[in-house]
C-alpha cells in the first residue's frame, strides 16, 4: 500500500514539475511572452472574486493560473506562494514582460499577492481592496507596491540573448527587497540599487507584541472557568521563508499560582496562524496550586511550552492587528528534585490565554 501512495505522489510530482522543466529558445521565450502579455490584458476591468480562476471573475494568483494556462500552456500552482516556491526567482534588474512580480501584503511578511509584468514598470493583477479593484494595471513605483514588493520570478526562459563570457555578469541576488531598488529613466525595467546585507536582513525582520489575559477551566478542586493572570509577549522572527524561526521573551503575571514570571522563547512560526514556542522562565516567588492554600517548593527557573493560533490579520496602517489564542504549559521545577504528579501538573500548569496580536515588519520602518 505504502509503495503505491509513493508511487502515485511521484508520477503527481512529475507530472507538475513538467511544466517547469522544457527550455525554449531565445525566440520561442519571446512569442509565449508576448502572447501572455496579450493574454493578460484582455482580462482588464473584470471584477475580483476569491477563490475564482476566470473567465469572468479572478482572484490573484486564479488570473495568473488562467493566463499561463491558455497562453502558454504552463500549469502553474494555485496559490500565489506556491507560485513563488515553484518559479525561478532573479534579480530586479533582469525582470521581462510575462515574468511575476510578487509581493508581500500581509503582516506576517510570507508572500501573498502576484501579478504579471508587461513592461515600463507596469503590471496586471488582481487586486482585492484599494481604490480600484479587480483586474488593473498597476505600477511598481507606486508607493504601495514598491513597499510590499518582495521578488521577480520567471516561469519561463528568458527572451533575452544570454551575455558572451567577454561582457560582464551582473551580479545576482536571490531576492531584492523594495527599499533597495530604483528605477532607471532610460530603460522599461527596474534597476537595482546595491545594499548591504546587514540591511537586507533587517528587512526581513517582523515584530510581534501580543497582550493576553490568562484564564483556565479548573483548579485544584473544582472544575470551571477561572481568572489566571495576565501576560505580554513579543517575539522577533525572521520572515524570509514560509517557516519563519524567531526569539521572544515577554512578562507574565500567573494569578492562579501567585508567581512573577520573565519567560525566554525559541519560536516557530508555520504561517500567520500557527506559532509554537517554548523556552526557560525564570520564576519569582513560590507557587501556589490555584484554588487552594497549597504551596509548591519550585526552582528558580521553569519551562514554558506554548501554541498560539491566530485569526486572520487586519492591517491598519503600517502595522496589522489579529485575535490569538494560546494554549500554555508551565512546568514548575521541585527544589528537592522530586516531581509534581499528574493532576497538580495540569492544575497548575495549563492555561488558555486570548488576546490581541499587534505585528509590526521592519520593511514598514524602512521605508
Known amino acids: 500500500m505504502k509503495r503505491k501512495i509513493f508511487f502515485i505522489i511521484s508520477i503527481l510530482l512529475l507530472t507538475f514539475t513538467s511544466a517547469f522543466a522544457r527550455e525554449y529558445t531565445t525566440e520561442e521565450a519571446k512569442e509565449i511572452r508576448t502572447a501572455v502579455v496579450a493574454k493578460v490584458k484582455t482580462y482588464i476591468g473584470c471584477p475580483y472574486k476569491t477563490g475564482t480562476t476566470g473567465p469572468d471573475t479572478f482572484d490573484c494568483s486564479g488570473l495568473i493560473l488562467s493566463v499561463f494556462q491558455d497562453a502558454a500552456g504552463i500549469q502553474l500552482p494555485r496559490s500565489a506562494k506556491a507560485m513563488y516556491a515553484a518559479v525561478k526567482i532573479v534579480p530586479l534588474e533582469e525582470i521581462e514582460e510575462g515574468d511575476l512580480v510578487f509581493f508581500k501584503t500581509t503582516g506576517d511578511g510570507s508572500i501573498s499577492h502576484v501579478g504579471i509584468y508587461i513592461g515600463r514598470k507596469q503590471f496586471i493583477h488582481a487586486a482585492s481592496d484599494g481604490s480600484n479593484t479587480g483586474v488593473i494595471v498597476s505600477s511598481l ?156 517548593d519550585n526552582t528558580f527557573i521553569s519551562g514554558v511550552i506554548g501554541i498560539s493560533l491566530n485569526t486572520p ?53 524602512l521605508k
Open 141 to 296: 513605483s507606486e508607493k504601495y507596491y514598491k513597499n510590499c514588493y518582495a521578488a521577480v520570478g520567471k516561469p519561463l526562459t528568458s527572451a533575452k540573448k544570454k551575455l558572451t563570457q567577454e561582457e560582464p555578469q551582473p551580479q545576482k541576488n536571490e531576492e531584492q527587497d523594495s527599499s533597495s531598488y530604483q528605477y532607471s529613466s532610460s530603460s522599461d525595467a527596474p534597476s537595482s540599487s546595491s545594499s548591504s546585507s546587514k540591511s537586507s536582513f533587517v528587512s526581513d525582520l517582523t515584530f510581534d507584541g501580543i497582550l493576553l489575559c490568562d484564564w483556565s477551566l479548573w483548579s485544584q478542586y473544582s472544575f470551571g472557568p477561572n481568572y489566571r493572570g495576565i501576560t505580554y509577549n513579543t517575539f522577533v522572527y525572521y520572515n524570509k521563508n514560509q517557516i519563519q524561526p524567531g526569539l521572544g521573551t515577554g512578562l507574565r503575571w500567573n494569578d492562579g499560582s501567585k508567581v512573577f514570571m520573565i519567560p525566554f522563547y525559541l519560536s516557530l512560526r508555520f504561517n500567520e496562524y500557527i506559532n509554537l514556542y517554548g523556552g526557560p522562565a525564570m520564576t519569582f516567588g513560590n507557587v501556589m496550586l490555584p484554588g487552594s492554600d497549597i504551596q509548591i
Open 313 to 365: 490579520s487586519i492591517p491598519i496602517g503600517s502595522v496589522s492587528v489579529s485575535l490569538v489564542q494560546d494554549i500554555v504549559y508551565t512546568i514548575f521545577g521541585v527544589n528537592n528534585g522530586s516531581q509534581l504528579d499528574f493532576g497538580t501538573s495540569l492544575t497548575s500548569g495549563i492555561t488558555f490565554s486570548t488576546g490581541l496580536r499587534v505585528t509590526l515588519p521592519m520593511k514598514n520602518v
